[in-house]
């Protein structure tokens, strides 16, 4: 391997890990919006809703400050939080689906969770 395929191998790799960690970012926005906007009085259903709303912004967050610092956070620590914050953002949108008005935050919910997944593949 050549020094330059080398470093434009790690500019791709971080160039992927900005996406993803701005994918989290954003869906951490828009799930904490969601959230503050669900009656906490409401119904079970809606502070179901809330409630999966607020996990998904802390996961989200959690994820961007680990893939915006640059320690040495071991491959398989990675691989388990994107993996997490994935699962959380597929059950956070599948919650939103079923609330008028939270498309865009089952959207960006799905966006992260499809740069998790893109991401993890740059991993092998």
Known sequence: MTSTSSQQQLVQFLEDRFTCAQACSDCARACALRASL??????????????????????CDATCRVLAEQNQLD???LRV???????????????????????DAAQGCRDCARACTEFMATLD
């Open 75 to 77: 491959e398989a620590a």
């Open 81 to 103: 939080q994107l993996e997490w914050t994935r699962t959380v953002c597929l059950e956070c949108a599948h919650a939103f689906d079923r609330h008028p008005g939270a498309e």
């Open 38 to 59: 669900v009656d906490p009085d409401g119904t079970e259903e809606q502070e179901q809703v809330r409630r999966k709303g607020i996990l998904c912004a802390e996961v």
